[in-house]
């Protein structure tokens, strides 16, 4: 029996009777196992596995939780339970129901809501206000049907009163929506959950027992669910200190209020903890007892060990803040992959990630693009490889294949006629290509061409008599290549003159600073920004643009902040490349948000950027007391070692910082913490 794995609480909470029970379960307290425990005791008792529902947020979660079940029980008893996410469920359901409903991702669905906004016209109109664009009528559309019972323009403008006057014609829009999702069939995951419960409101399903996992992330949406089922048992395991979704809809007043919604409610509180040392719960329980005491606890010490204190460690700035744990984690004897660096934002781990590439180290990071796989810097990287090795065919490849009209096969063309004309010195043949006195490659082909392939006549340089070109330029060989047009031959141009200007420099930062100023990467970044920031009906949004160009010109500037350190460029590309051969996806370092590190744990962990600003992130935040919850979360997936790291300037962006005021409260640093006056923020454009 699963039963018999469990300490008192644990076994308290398992075999509760039927009901309403809600178990507290801490961070480290084994709510896997208590649920499991739970359900066991369920089908001991005589509870057929057909009238149990299991609710979870992962399936992947409801997957470990029925194997370890098959470990007591028949699997043909075991997999009558009903189990997986509250859309997965809800979905197999409604399939029974409706055969014909296809399920579209929010990115079908946005176009089709943005086909239907862009019918209106509401440039004729006589506005005062800016209206809010289609994807974010649309998100906001997803996010009121996740948090509120009210309808939508009631929802709507308590956040946007001064949108009244346009509230008639953004319900139209989210009618004619809803008319035609009906109409082909398409359902959102929303929808899935919306008409899961108006189905329940005619027909019942029998469950004895529902059980909900990580009871304190449900939304609006899926609590109204779980009361529509009308089980004749609930129940919920989570955790009020652990709340961290309000940004995606959670409603932390579902766990807040369960004992006065439900008069027969029976709560239980797990607080031994099989994680972390006492100085690291020490720790936790003195931030996170700051927020108000819902379900009053308090974490105890499950393991007995050699205890390491948390650390805090400060730097002048971040870029040393970085190279520093990257530093530490070399000397770690403990393994990478038990290793993990969290923070608030996805920004702070590019220089984490930089660094440990510099050292060698493995890691990996849940989620985004690895910051050395981005477009933007692998541009630059390959800039710098073919100043290294110019005798790099791909590297040149992959530079050219962002001139308009020039694929992959015209670009090794135009390298192969670089190395002939540099008689095998792609520099030469670059900047000072010589003509005569070359030998044919191909006694067949035009010996001034030498070998361009499949041309059946020269190009004239004189086509390219409109641009602003120098005569070195004007006359290279490469502009009779029947194959380059006007645009090809623009980004030439200015490859060329970028390749001129770092031609014969060594130090990486020099090279860098040049190549980031060039009108070559300018164009590039524009290219990429504008790309990302495309919607899917193929317009641009300026907002999302702009957004983008300033992540990849931080991007870059880190990469600059890297090269600082070496004096030769070989060094520098072996460094940030060849190091990253040993990189795979699955081994090293974890490289994790606090979102992402839920539910995992590590035995050593650094918490990162820990200043007022990027934690707390006062921009981002819906309140202190989630971003203290986030707080919590990061340092209870320490099980033995937890360093608390801040750098006190950024040098890039010349921003002086102030330790997060968690870091008080821990009483890590000394004094209380006095809030920063935080100047009004300017009004958003959308």
């Known amino acids: 029996m699963p039963l018999t794995s469990l300490n008192n609480e644990q076994l308290r909470a398992a075999k509760a009777p039927l009901g309403h029970n809600l178990i507290i379960a801490s961070a480290g307290t084994g709510k896997t196992?208590?649920?499991?425990?739970?359900?066991?005791?369920?089908?001991?008792?005589?509870?057929?596995?057909?009238?149990?529902?299991?609710?979870?947020?992962?399936?992947?979660?409801?997957g470990e939780m029925i194997a370890r079940l098959q470990r007591y029980f028949p699997s043909n008893i075991v997999n009558q339970i009903v189990s997986g996410t509250f859309h997965a469920v809800s979905y197999r359901w409604l399939k029974e129901i409706y055969p014909n409903i296809a399920l579209k991702q929010p990115s079908e669905l946005k176009t089709l809501f943005r086909s239907i906004y862009e019918k209106r016209n509401f440039e004729r109109m006589n506005l005062t206000i800016q209206p809010f664009s289609a994807t974010y009528m649309y998100e906001q559309y997803s996010l009121y049907q996740n948090a509120s019972l009210d309808s939508f323009d009631i929802w709507?403008?308590?956040?946007?009163?001064?949108?009244?006057?346009?509230?008639?014609?953004?319900?139209?829009?989210?009618?004619?929506?809803?008319?035609?999702?009906?109409?082909?069939?398409?359902a959102s995951f929303n929808d899935l959950l919306l008409r899961m419960n108006a189905y329940l409101q005619e027909k019942k399903i029998p469950f004895t027992e529902v059980l909900v996992d990580e009871y304190q992330d449900t939304n609006t949406l899926q609590s109204t669910l779980i009361d529509t089922l009308r089980p004749e048992s609930l129940f919920c395991v989570g955790d009020y200190d652990q709340s961290i979704y309000a940004f995606n809809g959670a409603n932390i007043e579902n766990i807040a209020t369960y004992a006065k919604r439900y008069s027969d409610a029976n709560v239980f509180t797990l607080k031994t903890n099989y994680r972390s040392t006492a100085p690291?719960?020490?720790?936790?329980?003195?931030v996170i007892e700051r927020n108000e005491r819902i379900y009053p606890k308090k974490l105890e010490v499950g393991r007995i060990v050699k205890a390491h204190p948390p650390r805090l460690l400060m730097f002048n700035d971040l870029f040393e803040q970085y190279q520093s744990i990257a530093?530490?984690?070399?000397?770690?004897h403990i393994p990478s992959d038990n290793i993990a660096v969290i923070f608030r934002n996805n920004s702070s781990a590019d220089g984490v990630e930089a660094s440990l590439r510099e050292y060698g180290i493995p890691c990996k990071r849940k989620g985004g693009t690895s910051f050395f796989d981005s477009k933007e810097i692998k541009f630059l990287l390959d800039l710098l490889s073919l100043l290294v090795n110019p005798k790099d065919m791909m590297a040149f490849i992959h530079i050219f294949e962002y001139a308009r009209g020039v694929g992959s096969a015209l670009s090794k063309e135009f390298f192969q006629c670089f190395m002939h004309f540099g008689n095998g010195d792609f520099m030469q043949g670059l900047l000072y290509p010589k003509v005569h006195d070359l030998p044919k490659l191909n006694p067949n082909k035009n010996v001034?061409?030498?070998?361009?392939?499949?041309?059946?006549?020269?190009?004239?340089?004189?086509?390219f008599r409109h641009m602003d070109l120098d005569s070195k330029l004007y006359n290279h060989p490469l502009l009779k290549h029947i194959k380059l047009t006007n645009d090809s031959m623009n980004f030439f141009k200015e490859f060329y003159m970028l390749m001129r200007d770092i031609n014969g420099l060594n130090s990486p930062s020099q090279i860098l600073s040049s190549a980031i100023r060039s009108k070559l990467y300018t164009n590039i970044v524009e290219l990429l920004a504008t790309q990302r920031g495309r919607l899917k009906s193929g317009e641009v949004d300026d907002e999302k643009k702009s957004q983008a160009k300033e992540r990849i010109q931080r991007k870059a500037r880190l990469l600059l902040d890297l090269s600082r350190q070496y004096n030769e460029l070989r060094r520098f590309v072996n460094a940030m490349v060849l190091g990253g051969n040993e990189l795979s996806e699955g081994e090293g370092v974890n490289l994790l948000t606090v979102h992402a590190s839920k539910g995992l744990e590590f035995l050593e962990v650094y918490v990162i950027d820990l200043v007022d600003g990027r934690f707390?992130?006062?921009?981002?935040?819906?309140?202190?007391?989630?971003?203290?919850?986030?707080f919590y979360v990061a340092v209870t997936r320490a099980k033995d070692k937890l360093y608390l790291s801040l750098a006190k300037f950024d040098r890039v962006k010349k921003i002086d910082y102030k330790p997060s005021q968690f870091l008080h409260e821990a009483g890590l640093i000394k004094g209380e913490f006095v809030e920063p006056v935080v100047k009004e923020k300017k009004s958003k454009k959308f």
């Open 33 to 62: 196992s208590t649920i499991v425990g739970r359900i066991g005791h369920l089908l001991h008792s005589g509870v057929e596995p057909s009238s149990i529902l299991l609710l979870t947020f992962t399936n992947k979660a409801a």
């Open 156 to 186: 709507f403008l308590e956040k946007y009163p001064e949108h009244e006057f346009l509230m008639d014609i953004y319900l139209d829009i989210t009618q004619e929506f809803e008319r035609e999702k009906i109409e082909y069939g398409f």
């Open 280 to 286: 690291i719960l020490s720790l936790a329980n003195r």
């Open 327 to 332: 530093g530490n984690i070399k000397k770690s």
């Open 448 to 463: 001034q061409l030498g070998l361009f392939d499949d041309d059946l006549e020269i190009g004239s340089s004189a086509r």
């Open 616 to 630: 707390p992130n006062r921009k981002m935040m819906s309140s202190i007391e989630e971003e203290r919850r986030l």
